[in-house]
């Protein structure tokens, strides 16, 4: 499968932590791309990395690519509870076919 | 700008019994997409439009699962006849190019 992978699969951390979870695929990609989603916002676009970027930052959030070891990592700065979500990777590869990861359980403890 | 929408939200059928689910795009979106997610999974896509073109449905149960978008903008996504595993939530996004996709809220199918 092309699916991507998150790890860990649920994480618990306390208000104002930072949290990482992390992405790992299996083939070359254009792009990729981490959603969250939660009961009450549904299915969210959070921020797009291309296969030739490195790294990328959006207000609290930094994204890292490594081509090379085929993986992601997401860095949630200052957790905050409204932060508590599943978080997803989706990968764009070649003929733009579209894959969610297994996600990554995030729990923000006030 | 409205979101994506789709209906109904929520849908309860027998097994064998056929179902129908709708979604809206945001209007001048190009691509639009058709997610199955069950519990605890992340989404699967079940088939992308380019307007009312297929660009891929690799991953569609073609023998009881059809979709069809009529003049490139609305969308339905068809199960007939419905098994007990496709209890899940179905989930439209439509995007400009296939980058950043909005998603809508999600249909959530129980099939009993």
């Known amino acids: 499968s092309q699916q991507g992978e998150e790890d860990p699969q649920a994480l618990s951390i306390q208000e104002g932590e930072n949290a990482t979870m992390n992405c790992s695929y299996k083939t070359s990609i254009n792009n990729l791309q981490w959603y969250r989603q939660n009961s009450g916002r549904g299915l969210v676009h959070l921020i797009l990395i291309r296969s030739n970027e490195r790294e990328k930052h959006s207000g609290r959030l930094r994204v890292t690519l490594d081509t090379s070891k085929k993986s992601s990592s997401l860095l949630i700065t200052a957790s905050r509870a409204a932060d508590t979500a599943s978080y997803f990777c989706?990968?764009?590869?070649?003929?733009?076919?579209?894959?969610f990861g297994t996600g990554t359980s995030l729990t923000v403890i006030p | 700008e409205a979101g994506v929408a789709q209906s109904p939200r929520y849908k309860i059928i027998e097994k064998r019994q056929s179902v129908a689910f709708w979604c809206n795009p945001i209007?001048?979106?190009?691509?639009l997409y058709w997610y199955q997610q069950i519990l605890g999974q992340g989404p699967k896509l079940l088939i992308q439009?380019?307007?009312?073109?297929?660009?891929?449905d690799s991953q569609l149960p073609k023998d009881r699962f059809s979709a069809e978008r009529l003049k490139g903008v609305d969308s339905t996504l068809k199960i007939q006849p419905a098994k007990l595993e496709d209890s899940a939530v179905y989930l439209c996004?439509?995007?400009?190019?296939?980058?950043?996709?909005?998603f809508g809220p999600g249909t959530r199918l129980t099939v009993l």
């Open positions: 209007s001048g979106h190009a691509t």
């Open positions: 439009f380019q307007n009312n073109g297929v660009v891929d």
């Open positions: 996004a439509s995007s400009i190019s296939t980058d950043t996709q909005y």
């Open positions: 989706a990968t764009d590869f070649p003929g733009n076919q579209f894959y």
